[in-house]
């Protein structure tokens, strides 16, 4: 059997967990199959948690050293060394989501030998409950890197979008596609028009500037803290951050379940605002609609944003009353029922429909979209 035959081998081994030793058995060089002995005892120290749903456990089988020899720290670090990244991501991820392997998360070398993403964040956000000390400061740390990455994708685009209108009578000094005048750079070099080859010589390229608006705006977020929320959640904060940063916008920011907690001083801080969110619980939509309501000074320089999925655990006629009176005040209602990559959501479709009937935003977005969708906003 040649190296690649052998190598093929191995990994169906790995596949079928060491149940099938007897009949098929690691092969190759000495050092290949240790490593392979390696991967097996990780994978049976993720799969064990299983409970049986998987066909690698056997609960009759003794000599599994994984449990006692590897500690969480010490599981992830090998899984990383063994594994191509792409797959160690997968393997972490069943962790965590599948096997509520919560103890990668309270070892502090554990979350500092992970990848910052989007997936650890969902994690961490879900599990900082168990975390202290030094774990927890770890965690604060993911929060902001991670918040502090997704800024950098989004804010250029939302700031593009809300603070820049084109100028048509300034030349711009940033010279980019998207500030192109082709108009005025056609007109002007017209006179270079050369009749023989029928084209135009181009000998000056016109860009048009971008100016601000200065509209005075109060934009008011109320995030719903439902765990089944949390990339939109993730998403929610970095936009009150960005938002709070525009010169001309106030923003005010809540989170909620069945109680209200106002993070408005701490809205130009996502990380603090994600490490603040407590998920799970209730849901009172209308009662934190109302609370948003009473911030409204100035009707049609404000806008409402709700981030839930609509499932509404107290009165609907009390959601519906409220978003009623918000909208006839003059004030922007929206409700995004999803901000994430996915922009897939689950939620009360018949109760999305009756607050868009009144005249409400009611949709979902991916981030990509943000920009537009705000820059429409303060238009």
């Known amino acids: 059997m040649d190296t690649y035959e052998q190598t093929a081998v191995n990994r169906w081994r790995l596949v079928l967990g060491g149940l099938s030793d007897q009949q098929l058995q690691f092969g190759g060089e000495r050092n290949d199959i240790q490593s392979f002995q390696d991967m097996e005892q ?99 740390r993911i929060a902001r890197q991670v918040a502090d990455d997704i800024r950098n994708k989004l804010e250029n685009d939302i700031r593009r979008s809300v603070l820049g209108r084109i100028d048509r009578n300034s030349s711009s000094p940033v010279h980019s596609v998207r500030n192109l005048d082709i108009n005025k750079t056609i007109r002007r070099n017209l006179k270079n028009y050369d009749s023989e080859t ?18 005075n705006k109060r934009v008011i977020i109320a995030i719903d803290e439902s765990g089944s929320m949390t990339g939109s959640i993730i998403y929610s904060a970095v936009m009150a951050q960005i938002i709070s940063n525009l010169p001309f916008a106030e923003v005010k920011l809540v989170i909620f379940d069945t109680s209200i907690v106002d993070l408005s ?28 309501e009473s911030l409204i000074s100035t009707p049609s320089q404000t806008s409402v944003i709700v981030v839930t999925d609509l499932y509404e655990g107290a009165m609907v006629s009390r959601l519906l009353n409220v978003s009623r009176n918000i909208i006839e005040s003059g004030a922007k209602l929206n409700f995004l029922t999803a901000l994430d990559e996915n922009a897939n959501p689950a939620y009360d479709r018949n109760l999305g429909q009756k607050l868009a009937n009144m005249g409400a935003f009611v949709g979902a977005m991916t981030p990509d979209q943000l920009g537009e969708y705000i820059g429409k906003m303060f238009s």
């Open 42 to 140: 990780l994978l049976d120290y993720l799969y064990s948690h299983s409970q049986g749903d998987d066909v690698r456990t056997d609960e009759g089988r003794s000599g599994s050293l994984a449990e006692t020899v590897l500690t969480a720290a010490e599981w992830i670090t090998k899984v990383r060394n063994l594994f191509p990244n792409q797959t160690a991501e997968v393997l972490e991820k069943h962790a965590l989501e599948e096997f509520e392997m919560t103890e990668l998360l309270t070892d502090k070398e554990v979350l500092e030998s992970m990848k910052p993403d989007m997936n650890l964040l969902k994690s961490v956000l879900q599990l900082k409950h168990l975390m202290k000390g030094e774990v927890l400061e770890t965690a604060k």
């Open 198 to 215: 029928q084209k135009i010589m181009l000998k000056n390229i016109y860009f048009s500037n971008r100016v601000r608006r200065y509209n």
């Open 265 to 292: 001083s701490e809205a130009d801080d996502a990380a603090q605002v994600l490490m603040s969110v407590q998920l799970g619980g209730g849901t009172d939509i209308g009662g934190a609609l109302s609370y948003c």
